[in-house]
């Protein structure tokens, strides 16, 4: 035999005092998270730029490497030029008519040049060198200039959340527990409505004759409806829901009572 299910004996206006607490808990909620701005994208933002900073600086580095094994390698050329040139003057010494003498003169010109274009190499490489230096040096009070504000802005964001995190764990909860006393498709009602609200209201009251945060008017009778708190209405432009202005006041001072304490 099938079991019957249990009938809601919740009236409507319980029901409108549990969501209307809701929101007041998930509203100071979402103003704690606002506390935070956009530091955490800002955290996050300045450590991807010191990321690029730091592949940059390496990778200059490693040019300046590549440069520093190139003169070193010129260097050796003009060892080796040297010592061509060594030998060619101790063949001269010994040779035995003036074509040899010429061939290794000429031959020790050329080492001469070698060893000559080798040193404006070397020159060129240098002023390359200074030139990375220059902006790796650059780069680096970049990224130090990064860093510090990094730090910062991390020290900003920490004691933002140790100061909130005892308040919003207790929150949190607080939701939870108020959110399970709403049956299931008035409570996906809310989510739903309170996400595509731009301020995170789901649930709003009437305050001299019109809702609150809205320049549109409620019609008397509607606002009769709605403080007789037998059905639950909804604005037609926004799509919240609807109180009258004394269960607002009567729940916010009640759960201004109840979070005191935390």
């Not at 010191?50 to 003009?78: T, W």
């Not at 040193?119 to 990224?143: D, G, P, V, W």
């Not at 001299?208 to 606002?223: E, L």
Request: aromatic letters at 4%; a negative charge.
């Amino acid at each position: 035999m099938a079991t019957k299910k249990k009938a809601d004996t919740t009236t409507i206006e319980e029901k409108l005092r549990a969501l209307y607490d809701l929101q007041i808990i998930d509203s100071r909620l979402d103003e704690l998270r606002n506390l935070r701005g956009e530091l955490p994208m800002e955290v996050e933002d300045l450590e991807n730029e010191i990321a690029g900073l730091e592949k940059r600086i390496g990778k200059i580095e490693d040019e300046v490497l590549n440069f520093v094994n190139e003169i070193k390698i010129k260097n050796e050329l003009n060892k080796n030029s040297e010592a061509q040139i060594k030998k060619y003057k101790s063949q001269q010494d010994n040779v035995r008519n003036n074509r040899e003498f010429e061939a290794l003169a000429k031959e020790i010109e050329y080492q001469e040049l070698e060893i000559q274009l080798q040193n404006k190499k070397i020159k060129e490489i240098n002023a390359k060198i200074e030139f990375k230096k220059s902006q790796i040096e650059e780069q680096q009070t970049k990224l130090s200039s990064y860093q510090e504000h990094l730090n910062h802005k991390k020290s900003e964001l920490e004691n933002l959340i140790r100061e909130t995190e005892k308040e919003e764990d207790f929150l949190i909860k607080k939701s939870e527990e108020f959110g399970s006393k709403i049956d299931e498709r008035l409570l996906n009602s809310y989510h739903r409505i309170r996400k595509s609200s731009k301020n995170g209201l789901a649930i709003t009251s009437i305050d001299r004759g019109a809702v609150v945060g809205s320049f549109f008017t409620v019609p008397p009778q509607k606002q009769v409806e709605i403080a007789s708190r037998k059905k639950i209405i909804s604005d037609e432009h926004s799509g919240k829901i609807l109180v009258d202005e004394f269960l607002a006041k009567e729940e916010q001072e009640r759960m201004e009572e109840l979070l005191k304490g935390n």
